[in-house]
C-alpha cells in the first residue's frame, strides 16, 4: 500500500507551495539509533570505521555510519521526464476555456524548491536528484545553507529528461538508509515507479509522493503501455 498523493496547488507549511496530509508510509521493521550507528561494511571501508560491538553482536562486519549519514536525511527527486508530464485526456480543459495556472512541470518545480528551503531551515541534509546532471549524480547534495546558485539550477531544469521515474529512483536510491525522508515529485506515478517505491517502503524508507494526476486503470482487454528505459 502506498501513501496517498499530495496533489499540486495550495501552499505547504513552512514553504508556501502546496498542502496536504503527511503522507510518508513505514513498513518493515523498525530501527533503533543503536542500528543506524552501523552498517554493513562495504569494500573501501577505513578500518577505523569498523563498529567492532556491533560487529561482534550481528556476527557480521559493520561499518560506524559517518556523521553525513547519521544526520537527519531529506533526498528530493523531482522527475522531468516528459511522459510523466502528459495530460490524461480525462483532465484535459474543454477547447476555449481559459486556465490561468501554471503549467504542471512549473508547479512541479516549485514545490522541490519549497522542499529544499524546508530542508534548510530543519537543518536536514538534502540531496537533489533530477535528470540529465549527468545521470546518477545529485544535482545539489550538502547539509546547512543552500547556496544560492543552487536553487538557480533548479529553475533551470527543462522537461527534457531521458529516464523514466524508475530510473531515476534507482540512482538516487544508491545511498539512502533507513529512516531518511525521500519526497518524489512526478506529474503522474506510474506502475512500475509505484512497485519500486513499495520496495523502499519495505526497507524502512519515509516516502512522500507529490503528484498532479492519478494514472488511470486499463480497461478491461486493454494491456498497460510498458515503460520507458
Known amino acids: 500500500m502506498l501513501p496517498a498523493p499530495l496533489y499540486f496547488g495550495g501552499t505547504l507549511p513552512d514553504s508556501g507551495f ?5 503522507l510518508y508510509s513505514r513498513r518493515g521493521r523498525s530501527f533503533s539509533d543503536e542500528a ?31 556523521e553525513r549519514e547519521k544526520a537527519r536525511m531529506t533526498c528530493i527527486v523531482l522527475s522531468n521526464d516528459p511522459l510523466s508530464y ?20 512549473e508547479k512541479a518545480v516549485s514545490t522541490a524548491m519549497g522542499l529544499m528551503l524546508s530542508a534548510e531551515r530543519s537543518g536536514a541534509y538534502v ?3 533530477s535528470g540529465g546532471w549527468p545521470e546518477g549524480m545529485a544535482r545539489h547534495e550538502g547539509l546547512g545553507k543552500i547556496p544560492g546558485r543552487v536553487l538557480d539550477i533548479l529553475t533551470e531544469i527543462s522537461l527534457d529528461g531521458t529516464r523514466n521515474l524508475s530510473l531515476l529512483l534507482d540512482d538516487a536510491s544508491r545511498g539512502w538508509i533507513p529512516g531518511m525522508t525521500v519526497a518524489i515529485i512526478t506529474g503522474r506515478l506510474e506502475e512500475e515507479s509505484a512497485k519500486v517505491i513499495a520496495k523502499f517502503l519495505m526497507q524502512g524508507v519515509k516516502v512522500e509522493l507529490y503528484y498532479a494526476w492519478d494514472q488511470s486503470a486499463p480497461k478491461p482487454g486493454e494491456a498497460r503501455q510498458p515503460g520507458r528505459g
Open 36 to 66: 543506524l550507528e552501523s552498517r554493513d561494511y562495504e569494500p573501501g571501508d577505513p578500518l577505523s570505521r569498523i563498529h567492532w560491538k556491533n560487529s561482534a553482536r550481528t556476527g557480521a562486519l559493520q561499518s560506524k555510519v559517518p
Open 18 to 22: 502546496m498542502t496536504g496530509d503527511t
Open 86 to 105: 502528459e495530460v490524461p485526456t480525462d483532465a484535459l480543459k474543454p477547447r476555449g476555456s481559459r486556465d490561468d495556472s501554471p503549467p504542471v512541470f
Open 127 to 129: 540531496q537533489l536528484f
